[in-house]
């Protein structure tokens, strides 16, 4: 956990606790944290999976990339450094997510392993789930929703994770999904699946 720059400050500890959360909301919290690159499909597997979960009563949110850069991190770039500032704050962000007991699910490209790493020491075992979003380059290229591919081989940007930018694959993910080898439907099941299997959401019934 970072240090912060202020002192005489003080950690409050409430009256509620996890046990307690879970009890009454009938599941655990938990932070999905799905990496891949631009275009494997992230972030449309998270509102699929959210919207499942809310159906079956689970308090779940999406924490998405590029909206979070209209707000939260709206001073941020791509520089090695911002990037990593990025994930920093949506790292403490999802953190509290958890605490409160909700499900949240990032969908960022997070493409550094350290940062990756360092989000999942803020979470107890078994509460930071890495789903690598492993869809192939030359697939997330065709699909190209927001022109980035396109604008990176025209050398009209040169920072794009993949192309002109590193991306540090998950070494052993909790999960791995292939967005070409599985329909959207398929691909969330397998995230719930997961939940079900590790007692943090029930299974439906």
């Given amino acids: 956990m970072n240090k912060p720059k202020a002192e005489n400050l003080t950690i409050h500890i409430g009256e509620v606790d996890a046990p307690m959360r879970a009890s009454r ?3 655990e919290g938990a932070a999905l944290w799905l990496t891949g690159l631009s275009g494997s499909g992230k972030s449309t597997v998270a509102h699929r999976v959210e ?25 941020l770039g791509f520089s090695p450094e911002d990037r990593k500032e ?27 392993r350290a ?3 360092s989000a999942r020491a803020l979470l107890p075992e078994g509460r930071f789930i890495e789903v690598f979003i492993d869809t192939p380059i030359e697939v997330c290229e065709t699909r190209d929703p927001k022109g980035l591919y396109r604008k990176a081989r025209a050398g009209e940007i040169t920072n794009l994770t993949g192309i002109g ?3 540090e694959p998950p070494l052993a993910p909790e999960l791995r ?14 995230i719930i699946d997961y939940l079900e299997s590790r007692g943090i959401v029930p299974a439906a019934r």
């Avoid at 403490?92 to 969908?107: H, P």
């Avoid at 999904?177 to 397998?190: C, E, K, M, N, R």
């Fill in 25 to 27: 909301f009938g599941h």
């Fill in 51 to 75: 919207r499942l979960l809310i159906e079956r009563g689970v308090h779940a949110f999406v924490l998405d990339g590029d909206n979070i850069r209209h707000g939260l991190n709206a001073d």
């Fill in 86 to 112: 990025n994930i920093r704050r949506i790292a403490q962000v999802a953190r509290l997510f958890v605490e409160s007991g909700a499900v949240v699910l990032t969908a960022f490209v997070s493409p550094y």
């Fill in 115 to 117: 940062d990756r790493d």
């Fill in 165 to 167: 930018a590193p991306y």
């Fill in 177 to 190: 999904v292939d967005t070409s080898a599985h329909d959207l439907d398929t691909a969330a099941g397998l």
